[in-house]
């Protein structure tokens, strides 16, 4: 495993090695000593084509994740919303399927969301802390600030992904408790 750094300091991806034989492949995730953080609370999502999910994140005990796909495709996006960094709203993408060999390391302090390419995509997230619905936050997927380029126009989106906060207006409420 090794780290490889990516536009957005602190961001970065673990590449690891798959070890593919006749019966399939196996690879490992996260150990322990590469990122030296504790993941206490492990979650799956599985989401059909054209779900797209996110902006999300928690305004207090922020998690970091380690995202992977371990089924089908994802376009993964992914805010800086730590107020004293550089790159402090800009946004990084990246596609990623069962067959990429590196996982995402999100650190703290950022907003998280995906768009199923594929027939469906399962995805698998390791946090370093426990959801809190009490400090969910969504930031709208479409945010003109953002100005993220999603390929899709109409996607399938939750209740609360479809009213979220722009991002001014997330600046201006919640965004005062970011560090």
Same mark, same amino acid.
């Given at each position: 495993?090794?780290?490889?750094?990516?536009?957005?300091?602190?961001?970065?991806?673990?590449?690891?090695?798959?070890?593919?034989?006749?019966?399939?492949?196996?690879?490992?995730?996260?150990?322990?000593?590469?990122?030296?953080?504790?993941? /206490?609370? #492990?979650?799956?999502?599985? @989401? !059909?084509?054209?779900?797209?999910?996110?902006?999300?994140?928690?305004?207090? *005990? &922020?998690?970091?994740?380690?995202?992977?796909?371990?089924?089908?495709?994802?376009?993964?996006? /992914?805010? #800086?919303?730590?107020?004293? @960094? !550089?790159?402090?709203?800009?946004?990084?993408?990246?596609?990623?399927?069962? *067959? &990429?060999?590196?996982?995402?390391?999100?650190?703290?302090?950022?907003?998280?969301?995906?768009?199923?390419?594929?027939?469906?995509?399962?995805?698998?997230?390791?946090?370093?802390?426990?959801?809190?619905?009490?400090?969910?936050?969504?930031?709208?997927?479409?945010?003109?600030?953002?100005?993220?380029?999603?390929?899709?126009?109409?996607?399938?989106?939750?209740?609360?992904?479809?009213?979220?906060?722009?991002?001014?207006?997330?600046?201006?409420?919640?965004?005062?408790?970011?560090?």
């Amino acid at each position: 495993m090794k780290l490889i750094k990516t536009k957005i300091k602190d961001l970065v991806l673990i590449k690891t090695e798959i070890y593919k034989d006749r019966r399939g492949f196996f690879k490992e995730v996260e150990k322990k000593n590469i990122l030296k953080k504790k993941f /206490v609370f #492990d979650c799956f999502s599985f @989401s !059909k084509k054209n779900t797209l999910r996110g902006l999300h994140l928690q305004t207090k *005990n &922020s998690q970091a994740k380690i995202i992977t796909v371990v089924q089908g495709e994802i376009l993964d996006v /992914v805010v #800086d919303l730590r107020k004293k @960094s !550089k790159t402090f709203g800009k946004h990084f993408a990246i596609k990623m399927s069962q *067959n &990429s060999n590196f996982s995402l390391y999100i650190p703290e302090n950022f907003a998280h969301g995906f768009l199923c390419l594929s027939n469906n995509c399962g995805v698998y997230y390791k946090c370093t802390n426990y959801r809190n619905e009490k400090s969910e936050t969504t930031i709208l997927w479409n945010d003109n600030n953002l100005n993220i380029n999603w390929p899709i126009k109409k996607p399938l989106l939750s209740k609360k992904d479809k009213i979220g906060l722009d991002f001014e207006e997330f600046i201006k409420s919640s965004g005062k408790e970011r560090g």
